[in-house]
Nanobody, 114 residues
Framework: QVQLVESGGGLVQPGGSLRLSCAASGFTFSIATMSWYRQAPGKGRGFVASISSDGGTTNYADSVKGRFTISRDNRENTVYLQMNSLKPEDTAVYYC???????WGQGTQVTVSS
């Protein structure tokens, strides 16, 4: 079955950086589009970024464009989210997902606060 394990979250000050990782298994990772979503306290889960199977096409939510970068390593079945210039409004639980399969991991908490 599809398994997704997110890691790399934590507490960071505004303006800081974090790199999230998501290790995937149970499906053919190299042909799957992968996405990151986030859910802030009291809000629904929202799209952050996506990357095509070969890494050649990426898409971002307007709120993170220019600050976040999604990437992947198909040899390691891992997708990454590099987050720079973090803001308090980026505080959320971050999830990765292969949209085609509708599966979710446990998420990783990111807290941006001074």
């Amino acid at each position: 079955q599809v398994q997704l394990v997110e890691s790399g979250g934590g507490l960071v000050q505004p303006g800081g950086s974090l790199r999230l990782s998501c290790a995937a298994s149970g499906f053919t990772f190299s042909i799957a589009t992968m996405s990151w979503y986030r859910q802030a306290p009291g809000k629904g889960r929202g799209f952050v970024a996506s990357i095509s199977s070969d890494g050649g096409t990426t898409n971002y939510a307007d709120s993170v464009k220019g600050r976040f970068t999604i990437s992947r390593d198909n040899r390691e079945n891992t997708v990454y989210l590099q987050m720079n210039s973090l803001k308090p409004e980026d505080t959320a639980v971050y999830y990765c997902t292969p949209p085609k399969f509708g599966s979710w991991g446990q998420g990783t908490q990111v807290t941006v606060s001074s």
